[in-house]
């Protein structure tokens, strides 16, 4: 997998606001480096920046080594799969859910697929509970299962890095831990960026980055940001 670099970034949606200031750092090949920080510090801000929503004012940002304003916009995206908080699903069958927009991928990619996001034992769910119509009732999924459902999409596009933003921020504590376990499965192998405003849902990341106003606070591993309290 590709190494993810941010080489002093500065951005702002506004002129006179900026939003990053001069934000580096780095997300080695394979490795899985968390975001933190409060409400409005600007972690989705960097996913939609690696996304291309927006382009920087200054600095670089590289994807193995590449400055990707320099990289075709399909395949920029084609290389990043993304975990957002709420994945707004169709009420038709999961298979449906998971191969949505993904052309050409066959059902067992789509099988292993959701195996690897563990959604095989609910397969037959529909996303809002079955028709009334055919009166089948508590079908429903749960969030943790959209999650699921989502995660499965994702690993569809097989991407080599993979964006989690706040992934699990919906989720009661318990489901939070079920899923947080899929997510490191999934991010095996595969370069993570783990955006999260809880340091609990974070403790296996590689690094953690605190990120405060646009700005990097801390960074290092959970144990030792702890200890410093
Ligand atoms: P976080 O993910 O850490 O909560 P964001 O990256 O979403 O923070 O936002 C960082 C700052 O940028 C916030 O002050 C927010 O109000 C501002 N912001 C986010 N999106 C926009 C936008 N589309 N236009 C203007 N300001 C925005
Ligand atoms: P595609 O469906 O184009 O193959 P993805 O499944 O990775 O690509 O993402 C679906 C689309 O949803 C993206 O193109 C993007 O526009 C949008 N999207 C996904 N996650 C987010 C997010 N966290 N923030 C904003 N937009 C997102």
């Given amino acids: 997998p590709p190494t993810v670099q941010f080489d002093n970034v500065v951005f702002g949606y506004e002129p006179e606001r900026t939003i990053l200031h ?94 690897d996001a563990a959604i095989l034992p609910f397969i037959r769910k529909l996303p809002d509970g079955f028709d009334t119509e055919v009166g089948e009732r508590g079908l429903k999924l749960s969030g943790g299962e959209k999650q699921r ?18 992934a699990t921020s919906a989720l009661d504590s318990r489901t939070e831990q079920d899923i947080l376990s899929t997510m490191q499965r999934v991010s095996r192998d595969r370069t993570t960026l783990a955006i999260a405003h809880r340091l609990s849902t974070i403790a296996d990341a590689d690094e953690i980055l605190v990120l405060n106003e646009g700005r990097l606070e801390e960074q290092g591993r959970h144990t030792e940001l702890l200890q410093r309290g």
């Fill in 22 to 115: 001069g934000l580096s750092f780095e997300v080695a090949a394979g490795s899985r480096v968390a975001i933190v920080g409060p409400s409005g510090a600007g972690k989705s801000t960097i996913g939609r920046l690696l996304f291309r929503f927006y382009d920087p004012q200054g600095g670089r940002i590289l994807i193995a080594g590449q400055d990707i304003a320099r990289v075709r916009q399909d395949s920029l995206r084609e290389q990043i799969g993304i975990v957002p908080q709420d994945s707004v699903l169709f009420n038709d069958t999961l298979g449906y859910n998971i191969a949505y927009g993904r052309d050409g991928a066959s059902d067992e990619d789509v099988l292993q697929a959701a195996e």
């Fill in 149 to 166: 459902v989502a995660i499965a999409r994702t690993l569809l596009k097989n991407p080599p890095i993979l964006l989690f933003d706040e």
